[in-house]
């Protein structure tokens, strides 16, 4: 049996907030324990902050489109932007010593820590798409 649940959010902080809290109770109504509600949470706060801040730029006028699907022991988020896109290839990788110091870059290396897929996708209608999985 599947579930899912679309929001529509504004590109402004308090969304991260909503989203990470509409994913928990999500999980917890489709059976997931604490393993998966600790993972979708750090991977929804830092995809729904990255569609905001670096997708939206803040703009309200372009929301932020987030996706949850629950089957049998499978969790999967979509968060979309409005934006111009990037390649998350140009990220600097944030164990090298080089960016140790960077702030930018950990939450792309958190979410592939934290969930069992990751995938970054261009939109067709413009924007990136982060595709992600848990799996319990």
């Known amino acids: 049996m599947s579930s899912n649940l679309e929001l ?3 590109s402004r902080i308090e969304s ?3 989203a990470a809290s509409k994913a928990e109770t999500f999980a917890r109504e489709n059976g997931f324990g604490d393993d998966v509600v ?3 949470d750090l991977a929804v706060r830092e995809s729904v902050a990255n569609a905001v801040k670096h997708g939206n730029k803040f703009d309200e ?3 932020v489109r987030v ?3 629950a089957v049998p022991n499978e969790f999967s988020i979509q968060v979309r932007d409005h934006g111009s896109g990037f390649s998350v290839k140009e990220i600097p990788d944030p164990t090298d010593p080089a960016n140790i110091l960077n702030v930018s870059g950990r939450g792309i290396l958190f ?3 934290f969930m069992d897929e990751v995938e970054w996708v261009n939109h067709a209608e413009g924007g990136t798409v982060v595709k ?3 799996r319990s």
Do not use: G, T
Request: a negative charge.
């Open 8 to 10: 529509i959010l504004p």
């Open 16 to 18: 991260v907030d909503e």
């Open 38 to 40: 600790s993972a979708v």
């Open 61 to 63: 006028e372009k929301p």
């Open 67 to 69: 996706f949850f699907e």
């Open 111 to 113: 979410m592939r820590s």
């Open 132 to 134: 992600m999985i848990k």
